[in-house]
């Protein structure tokens, strides 16, 4: 992936993260504004969602770094394929993509 490409994809998450940000905290100041919610009734709901983030966090870098892996190996596969087509005979112009 093209270093530039990849900056700009993570400058956009991180706008839409900040943005969802801002969304939660003003939704939370709400509630406890009006006085639907409190501090230690939101705890335990806050705490259980850390320890999802964190189990979702986890799945979530495997997958990344496991798809990097397989796409290497895809590109180091597609360029060995070209090298012993170009030697071999065999044409492999159609499986580009």
């Given at each position: 992936m093209d270093v530039h490409v990849a900056r700009e994809l993570l400058n956009e998450l991180g706008s839409s993260l900040e943005n969802l940000e801002t969304q939660q905290s003003?939704?939370?100041?709400?509630?406890?504004?009006?006085?639907i919610v409190s501090d230690n009734e939101l705890a335990p709901y806050f705490?259980?969602?850390?320890?999802?983030?964190?189990?979702?966090?986890?799945g979530c870098?495997?997958?990344?770094?496991?798809?990097?892996?397989?796409?290497?190996?895809?590109?180091a596969a597609s360029c060995e394929a070209r090298r012993t087509s170009r030697s071999g005979g065999a044409d492999t112009s159609s499986e580009r993509g």
């Open positions: 003003a939704l939370l100041q709400l509630l406890k504004d009006k006085g705490e259980s969602g850390g320890r999802c983030q964190q189990r979702q966090m986890a870098t495997f997958e990344v770094g496991t798809h990097l892996f397989c796409r290497g190996a895809e590109r």
